[in-house]
C-alpha cells in the first residue's frame, strides 16, 4: 500500500479528498503543522508528502528543507495558494518533485501521485507495449533495409528503444539485444556486398574523408567561424547522453551521422577525415605523413600537417589551429587560451578520453566493473562529460558567435567471440582486424579485402591482405588461446564491421543565445 503524509492547517476542509484517496487504496495520514510532519516522517514510512505551503509556525519551505536534509529521495508535493515567482522557484531549488496551486480537486492530487509514485511502472508499461508494437516492424525493416541512409535510421532507432527500455523494469531490454546483435550481422552482409562499390563508384554515403568537405568548408565559406571537435572512439548512443547534458545551449542540425572507413580504426579514419584522403592516398601523395603498421613510430603524430594538406589542395586560405588534449589540465588550458583562438577561422580539437576509458577498461578489472554492459559504459561517458573540461569549453562556445562540428573517428562494439587467425611476426595486433601476408582464418568468420588499394588502403607488401571481424568477433592467435580469449571477452574493441563501429556522430549545432 502507498502511504501518503498530508500536511496542511485546515486538514479537516480536505477531508474528502482524502476519502477518495483511501477508496482508491492509498493510506493518507493528515498532520496541521510542519513540525508534526517532519516527527511523523521520522516514526514512520512514506511514499509521497503533501505539504501546504502557508502554515503557521514552520512554512512549508522551511519544512521541506527539513525533511529532505533528513530524507532526500523521499518525494513532496508542495502545494499553495500564491504563484508568486520566487516561491516556486525556492521549491524547485529544494528539489520538489511537483507544484500544484489550491483550490486543488481529487483527481488533481490523484495525478500527481501517479505522477511522482507510479511513475516508473507507468513507463515501464508504455514503453514495453510501445516496443513490442514496434519489434515486428523495426525487424521486417532490419532484413529489408538496402540502402547506407535506411541503416543509418535503423540504427538511431534500435539507440532510442535501447535508452527507453534501459531506464525500464519490463525485461525487453534482452530481446532488444537480440535484436541489436540481429541488425548487426545483417549490417555486415550489407557492408560485405556494398563496400568495395563505395569506393570504386563513387556512390556512397558520407565517409571518413568527405568530412571536411562537406561539413566544415561549406560553413567556412559563408564567413562562419567554426570549431571542429573530435571526441576520439565516440558512439552513437555516447553522444545522445552528451546531447542531453547541452541541449539548453546548442541548437542541432538534423540528427546526424556518417560511415567511418575500414578499418574503423585511428590510425586510419582519423587521418582520413583531417587530410580529406584515402589512406593509400596519404600514403602515396604524402609518404612523410603516413606510418605504416609495422613501423614502431605513433600512427597519429601528423594531423596537424594533414589538415594544412587538406586546407591546401582545396586552396583555401583559412587560418586554423589544431589541439590534441590527453588530459583534463590541458582542457582547463586549452579553455583559459580561447579568447586568443577565436581569431582563427577554424579551430581543431581531439580529446582522448573516452578511447583512454576503452583501453583502460579492458587492462583494468576495476573499471569493467564500473561499465560491465553498454549503458553503464554511456553512464561512465556521460559523467566525464559533465565534470571535465570539454563541458566546460561547450559552455564557452555556447556564449560565443560559432559553428561547432562534433564528430569521432570510429566507435566500438563489445566483443564476446573468439575466432582463429595465423598470421606471421609482422601482422599487426588489433583484435577487429588484420593487414599481413599468408593469414590463415576461416573464411566465412572473416572479411577479405584481397586488394587492398582498390578500397584505398595501403599495401605494406604485394601479397597483404586486410580482413575484419564482423559481428561480435575478435580475433586471437592459437598461441595461449584460453588465456587470451578470456582476457579480451566482453571487452570493448574497435577496427571491423558493425553498427556500433561504422556508424558515427556527425552533428553541427550553433548557440542558442546568439
Not at 361 to 373: G, I, M
Amino acid at each position: 500500500m502507498i502511504n501518503i503524509l498530508w500536511a496542511d492547517d485546515e486538514i479537516e476542509l480536505l477531508k474528502p479528498h482524502i476519502i477518495f484517496l483511501e477508496q482508491k487504496g492509498y493510506s493518507v495520514t493528515p498532520v496541521v503543522s510542519g513540525t508534526d510532519a517532519i516527527e511523523t516522517c521520522q516514526n514512520k514510512h512514506f511514499d509521497v508528502v503533501f505539504l501546504d505551503e502557508n502554515m503557521p509556525g514552520l512554512s512549508g519551505l522551511e519544512t521541506l528543507l527539513a525533511i529532505k536534509k533528513a530524507q532526500p529521495a523521499l518525494p513532496v508535493v508542495m502545494i499553495t495558494k500564491s504563484e508568486e515567482e520566487n516561491i516556486m522557484e525556492q521549491a524547485i531549488g529544494q528539489q520538489i518533485s511537483d507544484y500544484l496551486i489550491k483550490p486543488v480537486n481529487p483527481n488533481q492530487i490523484l495525478m500527481s501521485i501517479k505522477k511522482v509514485v507510479h511513475a516508473q511502472e507507468i513507463i515501464t508499461e508504455k514503453t514495453t507495449s510501445s516496443y513490442q508494437s514496434e519489434f515486428m516492424k523495426l525487424g521486417m525493416r532490419i532484413n529489408e533495409t538496402f540502402k547506407a541512409e535506411d541503416w543509418q535510421k535503423v540504427y538511431n532507432d534500435l539507440i532510442f528503444w535501447e535508452m527507453r527500455l534501459e531506464e525500464t523494469e519490463g525485461g525487453m531490454d534482452e530481446i532488444l539485444q537480440t535484436q541489436k546483435t540481429e541488425a548487426d550481422s545483417q549490417f555486415c552482409k550489407y557492408i560485405r556486398k556494398n563496400y568495395e562499390n563505395w569506393l570504386s563508384s563513387g556512390n556512397r554515403p558520407i565517409l571518413s574523408p568527405d568530412i571536411f568537405k562537406t561539413k566544415v568548408f561549406p560553413l567556412l565559406d559563408k564567413g562562419e567561424k567554426v570549431f571542429f571537435i573530435l571526441i576520439d572512439n565516440l558512439r552513437l548512443d555516447q553522444w545522445r547522453v552528451i546531447q542531453k547534458e547541452i541541449s539548453s545551449l546548442f541548437n542541432f542540425d538534423e540528427d546526424g551521422s556518417f560511415f567511418s572507413i575500414l578499418p574503423t580504426a585511428t590510425q586510419y579514419s582519423r587521418n582520413a577525415i583531417f587530410s580529406g584522403l584515402m589512406p593509400s592516398q596519404i600514403r602515396k601523395m604524402y609518404p612523410n605523413l603516413w606510418v605504416d603498421e609495422e613501423e614502431d613510430e605513433g600512427k597519429n603524430l601528423n594531423e596537424e600537417a594533414l589538415i594544412k594538406t587538406q586546407i591546401e589542395r582545396f586552396r583555401k586560405h583559412y587560418s586554423f589551429s589544431y589541439n590534441k588534449i590527453n588530459t583534463n589540465q590541458a582542457g582547463e588550458k586549452y579553455n583559459d587560451n580561447l579568447k586568443s583562438l577565436l581569431g582563427n577561422d577554424l579551430n581543431v580539437v581531439v580529446f582522448n578520453f573516452v578511447d583512454m576509458l576503452s583501453h583502460a577498461r579492458t587492462e583494468v578489472k576495476l573499471f569493467r566493473e564500473l561499465a560491465p554492459d553498454e549503458a553503464a559504459y554511456r553512464s561512465l561517458v556521460q559523467s566525464w562529460f559533465k565534470h571535465s573540461s570539454i563541458s566546460v569549453l561547450f559552455k564557452m562556445l555556447s556564449e560565443q558567435n560559432v559553428k561547432v562540428v562534433l564528430t569521432t573517428d570510429h566507435g566500438s562494439i563489445r566483443v564476446k567471440n573468439a575466432i582463429k587467425v595465423v598470421g606471421d611476426k609482422n601482422t599487426n595486433v588489433n583484435l577487429r582486424y588484420k593487414v599481413g601476408k599468408n593469414l590463415a582464418y576461416d573464411k566465412k568468420e572473416a572479411f577479405a579485402i584481397q586488394k587492398p588499394d582498390a578500397v584505398g588502403l595501403p599495401c605494406p607488401n604485394l601479397s597483404s591482405v586486410y580482413i575484419f571481424a564482423d559481428n561480435q568477433n575478435f580475433m586471437a592467435y592459437p598461441n595461449n588461446y584460453n588465456y587470451y580469449v578470456q582476457y579480451y571477452k566482453d571487452t570493448f574493441q574497435h577496427g571491423g564491421i558493425s553498427l556500433e563501429e561504422m556508424i558515427i556522430p556527425l552533428i553541427t549545432m550553433s548557440p542558442k543565445t546568439i
